[in-house]
């Protein structure tokens, strides 16, 4: 049975920092892409930072400069660093893995940006 279990969420002020991370069980982490996404309400889910297989990494224009993720394979986790926040990225924070044409989703964590 594939999870993914996000955690790290909560409520942060302007300007702080959050570090989220997921960790993966019943898959080969180390084969699989690895990525986080949100979903503010009414809006729809989108990409914030990838890391693939082989490490490479990728970044929407909102997080660039701000987050970083980063993968453990030894630890199948995935990390979202996210420092200077700002209210725009209050949000679900979904984790995901896909290969191929297979993907997984967590259950998200929520992220509350506010002063």
């Known amino acids: 049975q594939v999870q993914l279990v996000e955690s790290g969420g909560g409520l942060v002020q302007p300007g702080g920092s959050l570090r989220l991370s997921c960790a993966a069980s019943?898959?080969?982490?180390?084969?699989?892409?690895m990525g986080w996404y949100r979903q503010a309400p009414g809006k729809q889910r989108e990409l914030v930072a990838t890391?693939?297989?082989?490490?490479?990494?990728y970044y929407a224009d909102s997080a660039k400069g701000r987050f970083t993720i980063s993968r453990d394979n030894a630890k199948n986790t995935v990390y979202l660093q996210m420092n200077s926040m700002k209210p725009e990225d209050t949000a679900v924070h979904y984790c995901?893995?896909?290969?191929?044409?297979?993907?997984?989703w967590g259950q998200g964590t929520q992220v509350t940006v506010s002063s």
């Open positions: 019943g898959i080969i982490f180390s084969a699989y892409h």
């Open positions: 890391v693939t297989s082989g490490g490479s990494t």
């Open positions: 995901n893995a896909h290969v191929g044409l297979i993907s997984y």
